[in-house]
């Protein structure tokens, strides 16, 4: 989920519904407040159990069409992009420009180039992680990982 919204909407979502039977207390009699008031009662416990049985609805509702949308675009071949699309970016693709250009990047701490370094003149002033001096691994455009150690 690149986007984070399983955590953001979907974990919120729960935690909110399960809180509710805890901290319920507005407008409510004696007896039917949150747990933290009335749980030797029995209807903040039932609704503890009602909003369970929600969020597990809830969780089968959505990854059923989940899996159903997802799963029909990849048996259709549609969930990605094509490789050369994805090297070249879908911003440069889809609207014309780069949403990260590298003029974005320039982090002069971290970097050669860095006032106070022994290259400082240099104008390279890429990140350590965008500099392809051999740390970590590339994806070549037919889409083989190779590992360059380090």
Known sequence: DPLDAVAVHGAGGIVGILAVPWFMYAGLN???????????????????????????????WSAFWSALLFGSLYFMKMLRVSTDDEFKGMDLIKHGESAYPAAAWVEYQYSKGAPGTQDHNRNNAVPANMSGHGLGATITMSGIKEDQGG
């Open 30 to 60: 004696p007896g039917e407040r949150g747990i933290l008031w009335d749980g030797h009662a029995s209807h903040p416990w039932l609704v503890l159990g009602y909003n369970i049985a929600g969020a597990i609805c809830i969780t089968l």
